[in-house]
């Protein structure tokens, strides 16, 4: 399940999920598909079965001047846009981590977006297609935390251009902690990998975190995915799996894929190496391709984290869509995060992992309308046969 800022507890993918220079510049495009990447928990969190509130941030006041970007942005004199800037991004990772963001203007025209994302002493980048929401424009970023302890502030703008010239907005900014045990960030490439969960076909996987609280629940879902023939991946903490081996075995009968999710869902990048590993060798041994998410997704995109999953014979795996099911959204709600991403989330695309919880509210009902929305949109899902 994601982080606050944290999905994403921001997820599934995530896909999701650059290049770590201090500018990016990517024109505005129909909607498409991050990561969320999706958003970060507190470490502190009690429970294994929700995730905390992820958090966006609202702009600052507004420079004095302009600036001129090295990767395309204006080079002359730029209006000044009313428009806001707001980001989304786990609330901590480990110093020297990379962590998937996301960057939205509340510009509902059809302006070209531009966005500028910059983090002192670390470096950022938006990358990729935008996609268009009710909300606004948002795009997939990267950035790379400082390699010391301590809070850092991620600070973004937008230039938004029409054939009447471009106008530069406030700089939005967003805290996020540096904490844990230092890192390097994964490059590109291991990047890309962990966001799709090493999915390496068009298929679009579901997946599903933490626990069932009952039987029932179990069964209902289960029987949603038969109905609609499509196989899911359940991402089960180590304690539940040990003290539930039949629920274990009844998902695996149904013909789904049960992977690790860690012995009892702490944040990976705040623990030592013999911590670490104990972690992951205590949770479920994981079926075939024998996936790992790290619980609120904290550490997986750390090199050290990745390099100890891959030791013990683990891939890493995050999202690319997180429709934050574990908020309680109605069964609409999900839908429309899915399939049309939010200031949050982008939305679902070939290839791509939602995020989802096996102790979501309304998850098991949305389920058939999400499965059909996926199919509608020309996506193929991982099918039981």
């Known amino acids: 399940m994601p982080r606050t800022s944290r999905g994403w507890r921001w997820g599934h993918g995530l896909a999701a999920f ?7 510049a990517c024109a505005s ?15 502190g969190a009690t429970s294994t079965t929700a995730a905390p509130t992820p958090t966006s941030a609202a702009p600052s006041a507004a420079p004095t001047s302009a600036k001129t970007s090295e990767t395309g942005r204006p080079s ?22 990379l962590v998937a963001a996301v960057a939205t203007v509340d510009d509902t025209s059809k302006r070209t977006v531009t966005f500028d994302v910059t983090i002192p002493n670390g470096s950022a980048a938006c990358s990729g297609p935008t996609w268009r929401h009710s909300g606004g424009v948002s795009q997939a970023c990267w950035i790379t935390l400082p ?16 054939n009447t010239g471009t106008a530069r907005t406030a700089p939005g900014k967003l805290d996020i902690r540096a904490k844990g045990v230092p890192t390097q960030p994964v490059d590109d490439a291991r ?51 040990n003290a539930n081996p039949s629920m274990i075995a009844e998902i695996r009968a149904a013909g789904h894929l049960v992977e ?32 790992m998410r790290p619980g609120y997704g904290a550490g997986g995109y750390a090199a050290r984290v990745v390099d100890i999953a891959a030791d013990l014979g683990f891939q890493t795996c995050y999202w690319t869509v997180d429709p934050r099911d574990w908020d309680g959204p109605t069964a609409d709600q999900l839908i429309e995060r899915v399939i049309h ?17 096996m102790t979501g509210k309304h998850t098991t009902q949305a389920l058939p309308g999400l499965i059909d929305a996926i199919r509608a949109k020309g996506l193929t899902l991982d099918p039981l046969q």
């Open 18 to 24: 650059a290049s770590l220079s201090l500018l990016c």
């Open 29 to 43: 495009a129909a909607p498409a598909p991050t990561a969320d990447a999706s958003g970060s928990a507190s470490p």
């Open 76 to 97: 002359t004199p730029v209006g000044r846009s009313s428009a806001r800037v707001s980001l989304h991004a786990p609330g901590y990772d480990a110093p020297g981590a």
């Open 147 to 162: 390699p010391t302890a301590g809070k850092a502030t991620i600070f973004a703008t937008a230039d938004l251009t029409d």
């Open 191 to 241: 990047r890309d990998t962990i966001s799709r969960c090493g999915n390496t076909t068009d298929r679009v996987w579901l997946t599903f975190d933490d626990q069932f609280s009952s039987t029932k629940r179990m069964r209902a879902m289960l029987a949603v995915l038969k109905a609609k023939n499509v196989r899911g991946q359940f991402f089960a903490v180590g304690t539940w799996a």
């Open 260 to 291: 690790n999710h860690t012995l009892s869902h702490e944040p990976l990048s705040s623990l030592a190496d013999r911590a670490l590993r104990a972690q992951i060798a205590g949770g479920p041994a994981g079926d075939p391709p024998r996936l």
């Open 341 to 357: 991403g939010d200031a949050r989330t982008p939305p679902v695309e070939a290839g791509g992992v939602v995020l989802m919880h």
